[in-house]
């Protein structure tokens, strides 16, 4: 796990000494993914510069250093991530003439390269990943991304520059680089909370999408191109789940209970493969518990785990870990966190995440990070189980729900739901505070029985805004490649389009930035065994209902967890992982967020608008609750703390940042 950075000056105008400045400045951004090592590497010729920040966790001798060439001296890497299946492809190599100096994977990862090409090595690497690797023949650059989208990478225009890196940070050490807010992508994040690949919040900026690459000629490129036309998968998850359905796995469930343990056993022991300490995280749910029991089935010792408790009782599943860990004999750390002690992340958290991110999860996420950190420099995590097999309530409950209210046709269902929200919800909660709740459901029922296709059913579900055009100013709607029709597989029941899109949508651009930036922000590395992609392939081919069943999900797994652990032990109404933000905004942070949310700063930054954002406000500090009023204004507020951190001119253009701006040639010469 690392970090890296680096550019191609297209123009070769930047002096070498300057562009190694540049570069150890980039790096510097970062240090925190990775403060064992920095080093920077340049093809002075080619205008190409790479630098890297090293988090040594296998083979932590100077063989694994980066960037790292190749022996045939044709490939230069900066890689991020871990390729878990390395030892089999050494061995692979090795059969073929290979010879290593070290036993780190970027080796291996270089050595495949050398045998058999760029293009053809990406599909074979299992593992979480994000690298940039210089063609020094071909004088070429491939950038590419793990299948679903554990580890960052973002590549964009800086003048002349194409520029990438592990976080955006890292942009803004470039001389050229200006940083003008995308509205597009902030209408994108409104409706997300978070934004979605290919686009970055800054004009001229992409992320990599998962599971795809991107390989550039420097002297084809024309500065401003647009790099989302270039990106192309190799691993495409339609085609997964249509090929799995078209070949279903119709044998018993014995048999298939045996065969994903050892599947998932395989996946967890390949990712305890580390020369640092490890550990898990332990919440006591079923996703964490099952990961852990395997952790202990395949080690010798006890694993150490880490859980955090608060003082909520509504928040708090300590007292479930500590039991389920004393079950497993595992060796347990438990760290109760009071409400200041969460509160008090808050104003860090546009340092953390240096894109707008409004998940509130990602509070709790970072402070058992932080725990964990001084005993262990990797953890293995039960993320992506709800995505794998159905642990959401939204993939059970809102289907059953869905199929009470879509029966009449759909003129008849719209006339309906306007007639609900034509209602004076705000009066009817004034009159009738004790049955908010109810108000509440009337109005999310109305909002879906209008709704006729999936997508934008998904979207409502997991999102704030119903559209941008309700709170944002100017910009226009894209359609990204998570939200597009045409990516859904073809012949699933709304149950399975939901979860489909949560692993397509959901995890990559939500819950692996969460887990990906908190758990870097203290040089911690989070790996994911339920994320393994032959898992995933694995499951697509199961019947329905090995996910959900009798009116819950994850059926598979809780049969699995079973086995290994008492069922009163954590067979209970799923928690989550969340924060008190509706008293938090109403209390603790309301002078905070008034100031952010103010007339006078909405109206001169010229984002928003500023009537929703003070009808929004004084809804929530009035309790009324027709709407998740607390969540729209989250995602409101970060952005708002983001634009303050990192866009302190509040720039409207590029013109208007690059007015703003040091002169670049200057600014490169102080570096």
């Known amino acids: 796990m690392c970090g890296i950075a680096g550019f191609i000056d297209l123009k070769r105008r930047m002096d070498p000494d300057v562009r190694v400045r540049t570069a150890e400045a980039m790096h510097e951004a970062i240090a925190h993914r990775g403060p064992d090592d920095a080093a920077v590497w340049l093809d002075a010729d080619a205008g190409v510069t790479l630098a890297h920040r090293r988090l040594a966790i296998i083979d932590l001798s100077p063989e694994g250093r980066q960037p790292m060439v190749s022996q045939s001296g044709r490939y230069v890497i900066v890689f991020n991530g871990e390729v878990y299946n390395f030892p089999d492809l050494r061995k692979r190599l090795e059969a073929q003439g290979a010879t290593f100096r ?19 090595s990406i599909p074979l690497f299992n593992g979480m990943f994000a690298f940039a690797v210089w063609d020094r023949e071909t004088r070429r650059m491939t950038f590419a991304r793990d299948r679903f989208g554990k580890k960052p990478l973002y590549v964009g225009w800086a003048g002349d520059a194409l520029i990438f890196a592990s976080e955006l940070k890292a942009f803004h050490r470039h001389p050229a680089f200006v940083g003008a807010v995308d509205r597009s992508a902030l209408r994108n994040y409104t409706l997300m909370c978070c934004v979605s690949a290919p686009y970055a919040i800054y004009e001229g900026v992409y992320q990599l999408l998962p599971a795809s690459s991107l390989t550039v000629d420097p002297s084809a490129l024309a500065p401003g191109e647009d790099l989302a036309a270039g990106m192309t998968r190799y691993w495409v998850q339609k085609d997964v789940v249509e090929a799995a359905r078209a070949a279903p796995d119709r044998r018993g469930v014995e048999a298939v209970l045996e065969d994903f343990e050892q599947q998932l056993l395989d996946a967890v022991s390949e990712r305890m493969i580390s020369d640092v300490p490890i550990g898990a995280f332990l919440s006591g749910g079923v996703d964490s518990s099952l990961i852990v029991a395997m952790m202990q089935k395949a080690s010798d010792n006890p694993v150490r785990t880490f859980c955090i408790g608060f003082d909520e009782p509504q928040f708090n599943e300590a007292e479930h ?68 097999l159905g642990g959401y309530p939204r993939h059970y409950d809102v289907p059953n729900a869905l199929q009470k209210l879509t029966w009449p046709p759909l003129a008849v269902r719209r006339a309906a739901a306007s007639m609900v929200r034509a209602l004076p919800f705000g009066r009817l909660h004034r009159m009738a505070p004790n049955n908010q709740r109810l108000l509440r459901r009337m109005r999310r029922a109305a909002d879906m029985m209008a709704m006729d296709d999936p997508q934008t059913l998904y979207q409502y579900i997991v999102g704030n805004w119903r559209t941008a055009d309700d709170i944002v100013l100017g910009g226009e709607d894209r359609t990204v490649p998570a939200l597009d029709p045409a990516q859904m597989p073809t012949g699933l029941s709304l149950s399975e389009a939901i979860i489909y899109n949560d692993a397509f949508v959901y995890r990559p651009d939500d819950l692996m930035v969460k887990i990906d930036r908190a758990g870097m922000a203290v040089s911690l590395e989070a790996r994911a065994p339920l994320m393994d992609y032959k898992l995933y392939e694995f499951c697509a081919r199961l019947p329905f209902e090995y996910s959900v069943r009798d009116g819950g999900g994850k059926w598979l797994l809780k049969e699995l967890l079973s086995r290994h652990v008492p069922r009163p032990l954590w067979d209970r109404p799923k928690m989550g992982f969340s924060v008190p933000l509706n008293e938090w905004l109403r209390a603790d942070l309301k002078e905070w967020a008034g100031d952010l949310l103010s007339d006078e700063t909405i109206r001169r930054q010229g984002y928003w608008r500023p009537e929703v954002v003070a009808q929004a406000w004084s809804d929530h500090q009035d309790g009324v609750y027709t709407k998740p009023t607390a969540g729209h204004l989250w995602g409101v507020l970060m952005f708002q703390a983001w634009l303050e951190r990192w866009a302190p001119q509040n720039a409207r253009s590029k013109a208007d940042a690059a007015e703003r701006r040091p002169d670049a040639v200057t600014y490169a010469a102080a570096v």
């Open 321 to 388: 870990a500590k039991a389920i860990a004393d079950h497993l004999k595992t060796d347990h750390t438990e760290l109760t966190i009071s409400s200041r002690e969460a509160l008090d992340v808050v104003p860090s958290l546009p340092d953390l995440y240096d894109e707008p991110f409004a998940d509130p999860s990602q509070i709790p996420t970072y402070l058992v990070c932080k725990i964990a950190r001084p005993e262990a420099t990797v953890v293995l995590t039960g993320d992506g189980g709800d995505e794998l």
């Open 102 to 120: 070290g036993r780190s994977d970027t080796e291996v990862m270089l050595a495949a390269f050398d045998a058999w090409g760029v293009d053809a």
